[in-house]
């Protein structure tokens, strides 16, 4: 049974088929209240993507239910788990939302279906975006809302996100600017108080009502990995900004990450399973082919693929079905064909 904060999304498609259809209520950024973040009209609400994960939420809702500065609301997207972790939710967190979606649509079908709700429906300024497995401090949405006041012109910045660290290691996942390419920012500006780029990840990140309104929805035909990207992207082109608090740490996981010596140094190797390189590799051609189709980027992806290729041959034990993976992923993203062609846990 169902308790009043759980729903059913009739019919996944439903939500998600249109996902970069953008909802015309908006047509210019408007000012932000954040600008004096003890203004006690500021909504901000958390959306996480779960399957699965009966294991990992109690620690993660924990986390968002600790936070210094309350969230207003407490939203899992169940992305068709089969593990009992709805009746989980029903039975020992009773005030956390749940939207229930009948299938796994994956991160970027969930996420396109959490943000319309969160957003336009309950109308909350500022959304939260969480993996099932992360966990934020309980400073971090404090720290986050603190960290505008070094941003002179807050009512142009779309998305706010934390600067995440692996959490093992120590290494930080550099956020990326976008010319063709991935590009590291200078180290000077990695030394600021705020970071402004062109590329995060969705986990920690937190959109402004305003940019779901102007520019829809992730893609949600992406399925999984480099949706959040392609989001960023667009965010961007509409001349939004995207600010990262340096002083808001997260600690995050990407893959199976684990350090590796490789190309002449160490770094963090993620350790996808082959299905995940299918769409690392489908998206990111496709992006580059249809989406922002210069020379230069194309090179730039084919290229960045093939170091990757190189990498799964070196340090991979399931290299054989990685490499057919990503061909398969650059034979469709080249072709333009997206949705779900491999789930979680196959081959």
Not at 157 to 179: D, E, R
Not at 203 to 225: H, N, Q, T, W, Y
Not at 280 to 294: D, E, G, T
Request: net charge neutral; hydrophobic share 40%; charged share 20%.
């Amino acid at each position: 049974m169902m308790n009043e904060n759980q729903h059913e999304v009739e019919g996944s498609n439903a939500a998600v088929s249109h996902p970069i259809e953008a909802v015309q209520l908006s047509t210019q950024p408007a000012k932000s209240d954040l600008t004096e973040t003890d203004k006690p009209k500021i909504s901000v609400a958390s959306i996480t993507t779960a399957f699965n994960a009966i294991r990992v939420l109690p620690r993660h809702i924990d986390a968002l239910l600790r936070q210094s500065r309350p969230l207003d609301e407490v939203i899992i997207i169940d992305n068709g788990s089969t593990d009992g972790s709805g009746a989980m939710l029903a039975e020992r967190y009773p005030q956390v939302t749940v939207l229930r979606l009948p299938e796994n649509v994956g991160a970027a079908g969930a996420w396109a279906a959490g943000l319309p709700y969160a957003a336009i429906e309950r109308g909350h300024d500022w959304i939260w975006n969480f993996d099932d497995d992360s966990v934020p401090g309980e400073n971090a949405l404090e720290a986050l809302l603190s960290g505008i006041k070094e941003i002179p012109a807050i009512e142009e910045v779309g998305m706010l996100a934390p600067f995440p660290v692996h959490a093992t290691s120590g290494n930080g996942y550099t956020p990326l600017l976008w010319k063709n390419g991935f590009v590291r920012p200078p180290k000077e500006q990695l030394q600021q108080p705020v970071l402004f780029v062109d590329l995060v990840i969705a986990s920690g990140c937190m959109v402004r009502r305003e940019v779901v309104e102007k520019i829809g929805l992730p893609r949600a035909d992406f399925f999984m990995d480099f949706f959040d990207f392609e989001y960023c992207l667009r965010i961007r082109s509409q001349g939004f900004k995207i600010a990262v608090i340096m002083a808001c740490q997260f600690a995050h996981e990407i893959g199976n990450a684990r350090t590796v010596k490789f190309t002449g140094g160490r770094r963090l190797w993620p350790g996808y399973p082959p299905w995940r390189e299918y769409y690392l590799s489908r998206n990111f051609i496709y992006a580059a082919w249809h989406l922002y189709p210069a020379l230069k980027t194309k090179l730039f992806v084919m290229r960045h693929l093939l170091r990757h290729a190189v990498g799964v041959i070196l340090l991979e034990k399931s290299r054989r079905l990685s490499l057919l993976r990503m061909w398969q992923g650059v034979k469709d993203g080249r072709s333009g064909r997206l949705g779900i062609r491999f789930l979680p846990g196959q081959p």
